[in-house]
């Protein structure tokens, strides 16, 4: 029997979209405008009915596109309201023009997205290509292994976005986590609210003794400044995310950073990975050490900013590492996350561990732990010399030949 | 040599492109018109129509120093009149107050 670790807490059987809506009518947002799509219409369903049903005073916008649901959210946003929105894939994708408006004008909008394959061809389920593809758009990224972290990377994004000044999406596995019930642990109401406390900008356009422009023009000699502000803003905001993470295990008696390690401290292999693949992972390492294979993981949860000096020191000792990406970049070479390991890896002189890049699970296509076996046995092969670390990204089971 | 004239740097500015208000009244934008508004004072009733429809706020208006009106129109601002002729549409067909004439170059 699963048993709360807050005090008050109370363990629920829920799935991850009914997790992030009950999160959405604990912070209790002054508006949330937002349109359906698969799998992450539930969420703002849900949250639809606790505004009908009287349980959250939220403003709700039913709008006639994912454009117009981050452009109401802006708007939402540079009036002085806390603003939300959710949306996956397709809808994500028609948003990307806004996604960068709301980073420039800085921000502090929260997103529940649910990773989701983009079409062509269409193509309903988990991978996360959606939200990888927005990996430069200045926005945090905070993804969840299960229904538990989505509910509580959703709690603590609203501090880490209006201490931060920037927009942030907290993501889960489509279907994967949205659609499967686990058991969780919700926080009573007045707990999540005194956590999350109010929104008080320094500038709201509603304030009309004190009026401003927004979203003016800059060319050559002002467009730079801003620009540099929004990256600089990605680092100092790994300072608030720790600090908040702090508070909310203070608070609440669950733990976060970054990343999650795993059976890191002595291990010789390790995997790197995002999401609900981490679970898998972690059955898969426990089966390993029982043979006496040191394997580990990092699972990264924080992956914008990307927590490049701490992950390279915590992989300084591996011999062999397989980074695993949900996403493709479709670049000719490696997928996202191995990019960002790798470069972090070699700024920071971490040259020994032999790195190798797998894709998988494009589209929602099964990943099980015989695959992830799989890699693991050829990383002990490539750290005990016997193997080779392959050169070119790998990708882990499709039907190519 | 000419002094360098300082600009703000990333840290001194407001996060996320805010400029204080009021900033297009020192960006003349007249120059970018190529056919004009003239306005007939005489013929002028002074229902301030292309003062409401003009994008510009580029119609000039005063109290009336007559005081049997409000406000009227005085003038046009041509540092920032774009020309686009919508005063000179919207002024009353009765009145044609407003004509759009070549601009000069
Ligand atoms: S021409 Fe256009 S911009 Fe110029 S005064 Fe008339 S309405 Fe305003
Ligand atoms: S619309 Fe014509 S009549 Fe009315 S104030 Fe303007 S110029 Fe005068």
Not at chain 1, 59 to 64: L, P, R, S
Not at chain 1, 132 to 140: E, K, L, N, P, V
Not at chain 1, 194 to 209: I, S
Not at chain 2, 26 to 41: L, Y
């Amino acid at each position: 029997m699963v048993k709360p670790i807050f005090s008050k807490g109370k363990i629920v059987a829920k799935t991850g979209n009914e997790m992030m809506a009950e999160a959405m009518r604990q912070i209790s947002p002054d508006v949330v405008a937002a349109y359906p799509i698969t799998p992450a219409t539930e969420i703002v369903q849900i949250f639809s009915q606790f505004v009908a049903d009287g349980k959250v005073p939220t403003e709700f916008v039913a709008v006639e596109s994912e454009h117009s649901a981050m452009s109401a959210t802006i708007a939402a946003s540079v009036a002085g309201a806390r603003a939300m929105t959710g949306t996956s894939s397709q809808g994500f994708a028609l948003m990307w023009e806004m996604l960068y408006i709301a980073a420039g004008l800085r921000l502090p909008i929260v997103m529940a997205e649910v990773n989701r394959a983009l079409s062509a061809p269409i193509n309903i389920h988990g991978d996360q290509s959606d939200t990888m593809g927005a990996r430069d758009a200045g926005w945090i990224q905070i993804y969840s292994e299960d229904p538990q972290e989505a509910y509580d990377n959703m709690i603590q994004s609203v501090r880490i976005a209006e201490a931060a000044k920037l927009p942030t999406m907290v993501t889960t596995d489509g279907f994967i986590i949205s659609h499967c019930m686990a058991a969780a642990e919700v926080y009573p109401d007045e707990d999540v609210k005194e956590f999350v406390g109010t929104y008080n900008p320094d500038r709201k356009l509603l304030d009309y003794k004190r009026p401003f422009t927004l979203g003016s023009i800059e060319m050559q000699d002002y467009y730079f400044e801003h620009r540099y502000q929004l990256a600089q803003a990605q680092r100092d905001a790994k300072k608030i995310i720790l600090d908040v993470a702090k508070d909310f295990k203070n608070k609440f008696g669950r733990e976060y950073g970054f990343y999650e390690k795993y059976k890191m401290d002595d291990a010789e292999i390790a995997i790197v990975t995002i999401g609900s693949a981490a679970g898998t992972t972690k059955a898969v390492i426990n089966e390993l050490r029982e043979k006496g294979i040191k394997a580990g993981l990092i699972k990264i949860r924080i992956f914008r900013p990307f927590p490049a000096d701490e992950i390279a020191k915590d992989l300084a000792n591996v011999k062999a590492v397989a980074v695993l990406d949900r996403a493709d970049s479709c670049s000719g070479t490696f997928a996202p996350v191995y990019s960002d390991v790798v470069s972090a890896m070699y700024a920071n002189g971490v040259t020994g561990p032999k790195a190798e890049n797998y894709v998988y699970g494009l589209g929602g296509r099964e990943i099980d732990m015989n695959h992830i076996k799989d890699v693991y046995m050829h990383l002990d092969e490539v750290a005990k010399g016997k193997a080779q670390a392959s050169k070119t990204v790998e990708y882990i089971n499709v039907r190519i030949k | 040599m000419k002094e360098q004239e300082h600009k703000p740097t990333a840290a001194e500015l407001p996060a996320g492109g805010i400029v204080e208000a009021g900033t297009a009244a020192e960006f003349k934008t007249g120059p970018w018109r190529s056919i004009k508004p003239v306005w007939n004072k005489d013929k002028c009733i002074g229902c301030l129509t292309c003062w409401i429809y003009c994008p510009d706020a580029a119609i000039q208006i005063a109290q009336d120093p007559a005081g049997k009106k409000g406000m009227i129109v005085v003038g046009i601002d041509y540092d920032h009149c774009k020309g686009c002729g919508i005063c000179s549409r919207e002024c009353p067909p009765k009145i044609s107050a407003i004509t759009m004439e070549e601009e000069k170059k």
